[in-house]
């Protein structure tokens, strides 16, 4: 298959360094617009990014030469408008459960380096200011974590707490885990907020979750709450949680996402203020915030894992349109 692979990273390219004859992919660095579509004509199917927007008017750019398949490099796949691909005969693949254990570790990660204020720590270190002032954290060990979304990730990150000894409660209405009964507790929404020392975002974007956290959500929590979003940006009300933080009301918020992340990560500006985006830069002048651009899955075994899963769906969608087996041949 002819492939056309869109917002393309080095890192991308380097995944798919090993020969695959099957598929000619050709990679461009430019992300996929009504513009940048022409690129793709020729082409058997797109790969795209989750900060690609798949929209009607982009598919019917495709033309001509239109590609019947789609692949998202994400276990999202909100970017994608699956009416106008249905009504263009094209097949929308995504990549559920992707770098689980790369998203989960970032999440700690996120968690551990607010809560002991890794950063400032640094910062200080390298001024020559060896003292501890306002660097007080807490234990993790006894502590209540609500994780909302139980698939893959959120069950992932749940186990890596209970390693560290803290109670887990969960919403997720939709959830199917291999976890004990006995390792955690489902609850209300509105428990979980009023329950938790620390939230974990890992549900999908839809028209339930966006806004999950609002302003109204984070009037009942606890005035410690530390809070984690590795999901999507849109989970959160971004400018809620900054009031949130300013009076006071949460203690931190660590993020590897965010809701305007669109024309602004995997790009680099001048300064913080070349980006554009006040909101944003509101956000991370924030002391007790702390915000990686959309790099929860960037290991070398997701990457790996990535392009593996990508070649197969490509051979088993080329197989399955040729009337051939349905075996993966890779």
């Known amino acids: 298959m002819k492939v056309a692979y869109f ?3 080095p890192y991308d390219i380097e995944a798919f360094r090993e020969d695959h004859p099957r598929h000619d992919i050709q990679f461009f660095t430019e992300s996929l617009n009504a513009e940048t579509a022409k690129l793709a004509n020729g082409s058997d199917a797109l790969c795209v990014s989750p900060n690609d927007k798949v929209n009607d008017l982009i598919i019917r750019n495709l033309t001509p030469g239109k590609p019947s398949l789609i692949v998202v490099r994400s276990s999202g796949f909100d970017n994608i408008d699956f009416q106008a691909a249905q009504r263009h005969q094209i097949t929308v693949k995504w990549l559920p459960g992707f770098a689980p254990h790369a998203i989960a570790e970032h999440a700690v990660a996120l968690l551990l380096s607010l809560n002991r204020k890794t950063p400032q720590a640094f910062e200080n270190v390298n001024r020559g200011d060896f003292s501890c002032k306002g660097m007080m954290g807490f234990n993790l060990y006894g502590k209540t974590v609500g994780i909302i979304g139980l698939g ?35 609850v209300s929404l509105k428990e979980l907020f009023r329950q938790s020392d620390i939230i974990s975002l890992h549900c999908d974007l839809n028209e339930f979750s966006a806004g999950i956290v609002s302003r109204a959500a984070l009037q009942s929590v606890k005035p410690n709450l530390v809070l984690i979003n590795t999901a999507r940006g849109q989970l959160v009300d971004t400018q809620a949680v900054i009031d949130a933080l300013t009076e006071h009301r949460i203690s931190g918020y ?15 500006f001048d300064s ?5 985006d006040p909101l944003l830069a509101s956000l991370i002048k924030q002391p007790n915030v702390l915000l990686t651009p959309h790099l929860g899955f960037l290991t070398v075994e997701s990457m790996q894992q990535a392009a593996r899963t990508i070649l197969n769906e490509l051979t088993y969608y080329e197989n399955l349109t040729n009337g051939s087996s349905d075996r993966l041949m890779i």
Do not use: Q, W
């Open 272 to 276: 913080l203020d070349k980006a554009g």
């Open 152 to 186: 893959r990730i959120g069950t992932t990150f749940a186990r890596i707490m209970i390693g560290f000894g803290c109670k887990i409660i969960t919403f997720d209405p939709s959830s199917k885990t291999d976890l004990n009964s006995s390792d955690f507790i489902h």
């Open 254 to 268: 660590g993020a590897d996402v965010y809701e305007n992340e669109g024309d602004i990560f995997y790009y680099k």
């Open 7 to 9: 917002s393309a990273k």
